[in-house]
């Protein structure tokens, strides 16, 4: 039996349901963390852990003690549940680990509790299971593990369908409709990036910037704010949630994206945008950047912008079959029945 813990999402419920559905995957099982009592879009031989976990300490415990003693594999998704992980840490053994990137990011040397805890697990799992080495790499180095890298998309919001792959040449258009940052989270930079675009004012139609996800809420007033004093009405915030489709089709209509992320963040959206064929700018000195040139995509660091016209045109058209390569169904499916199989 395989036992993946997570914290149900819009990410994991989806792949819970497909993995144990589509891809009919046997001996699945899973132990979650949510706000809801009942989760319908989670799949047969789902656990709820009882919340608050304080409250039901004990028997919570003894559920995710039974669960990972029947194991022969625990995928744990994310960080969650260190605290238990720890317990029985005779469970790492074999337990995988799918990187997020945020674990590795909030981690400091520094001795409290909580960063003890996480070097204690985290350095003992057998795989980790990622679509970026360089996350692979960073987690070895600072948790001093000899873990394997074991690659997959992780989950669906990272597979790509090429088939609206449609490069525009921005040196043909008069304004571009431009696209800042990904959410609410300070680590987008955006002030950074505002720098970048002010002296592009005259090539520019809209900043598009959203801002409807994340837990911020002063920064997103700040960023509102000082867009606003700055470009104006060119400047546009999203700040209300989009589902997906209508999501895709907004990003169908924008020419150029500058991220300015000084760490791995917001991946999905950014694949989702080389799929459209559309221009993408990141901080070069990102796991995420490094992984998507070292194979072959074209991305493209923002300094560039900073010396050359926003118009320029860059040749994208790589991508489509890089994204098959590296993104699709086939490669997300192949990916998660060898990994059932290890």
């Given at each position: 039996m395989t036992l993946h813990v997570f914290i149900a999402d819009k990410f994991t419920k989806p792949f819970c349901h497909y993995i144990a559905g589509d891809l009919?995957?046997?001996?699945?099982?899973?132990?979650?963390?949510?706000?809801?009592?009942?989760?319908?879009?989670?799949?047969?031989?789902?656990?709820?852990?009882?919340?608050?976990l304080s409250k039901h300490l004990l028997s919570n415990i003894k559920l995710f003690y039974k669960l990972g003693s029947q194991a022969g594999r625990i995928v744990m998704h994310g960080d969650t549940l260190l605290h238990f992980f720890a317990l029985f840490p005779w469970f790492l053994k074999k337990t995988d680990w799918v990187?997020?990137?945020?674990?590795?990011?909030?981690?400091?040397?520094?001795?409290?509790?909580?960063?003890?805890?996480?070097?204690?697990?985290?350095?003992?799992?057998r795989y980790h299971i990622?679509?970026?080495?360089?996350d692979s790499d960073l987690a070895n180095q600072l948790f001093g593990s000899k873990a394997q890298f074991i690659y997959s998309p992780m989950y669906l919001s990272n597979v790509v369908d090429t088939h609206q792959f449609h490069p525009i040449d921005v040196s043909q258009k008069e304004r571009?409709?431009?696209?800042?940052?990904?959410?609410?989270?300070?680590?987008?930079?955006?002030?950074?990036?505002?720098?970048?675009?002010?002296?592009?004012?005259?090539?520019?139609?809209?900043?598009?910037?959203?801002?409807?996800?994340?837990?911020?809420?002063?920064?997103?007033?700040?960023?509102?704010?000082?867009?606003?004093?700055?470009?104006?009405?060119?400047?546009?915030?999203?700040?209300?949630?989009?589902?997906?489709?209508?999501?895709?089709?907004?990003?169908?209509?924008?020419?150029?994206?500058?991220?300015?992320?000084?760490?791995?963040?917001?991946?999905?959206?950014?694949?989702?945008?080389?799929?459209?064929?559309?221009?993408?700018?990141?901080?070069?000195?990102?796991?995420?950047?490094?992984?998507?040139?070292?194979?072959?995509?074209?991305?493209?660091?923002?300094q560039l912008i900073v010396n050359q016209p926003l118009k320029t045109n860059r040749n994208v058209s790589e991508n489509a079959s890089r994204l098959d390569q590296y993104y699709s169904k086939p490669v997300y499916d192949a990916s998660w029945l060898a990994i059932d199989k290890l």
């Open positions: 009919k995957l046997e001996n699945q099982c899973f132990l979650y963390l949510s706000d809801t009592t009942q989760d319908t879009q989670l799949p047969q031989n789902s656990f709820r852990l009882q919340q608050p990187i997020y990137g945020q674990e590795l990011y909030s981690f400091t040397k520094t001795k409290d509790f909580r960063q003890r805890l996480k070097r204690f697990v985290l350095s003992r799992v990622t679509h970026i080495k360089g571009l409709k431009i696209m800042v940052g990904n959410s609410t989270d300070p680590s987008n930079k955006h002030e950074s990036i505002f720098e970048m675009l002010m002296p592009r004012l005259s090539e520019i139609e809209k900043i598009y910037c959203p801002l409807s996800y994340g837990m911020y809420d002063s920064y997103k007033q700040k960023i509102t704010q000082l867009g606003t004093s700055l470009f104006g009405e060119k400047f546009v915030v999203l700040d209300q949630f989009m589902p997906f489709d209508a999501y895709k089709q907004f990003l169908g209509s924008i020419d150029v994206v500058v991220f300015n992320h000084p760490r791995q963040e917001a991946m999905g959206v950014t694949l989702t945008l080389l799929g459209l064929g559309k221009i993408v700018y990141m901080n070069k000195n990102t796991t995420s950047f490094d992984s998507l040139v070292t194979r072959g995509f074209k991305v493209f660091d923002n």
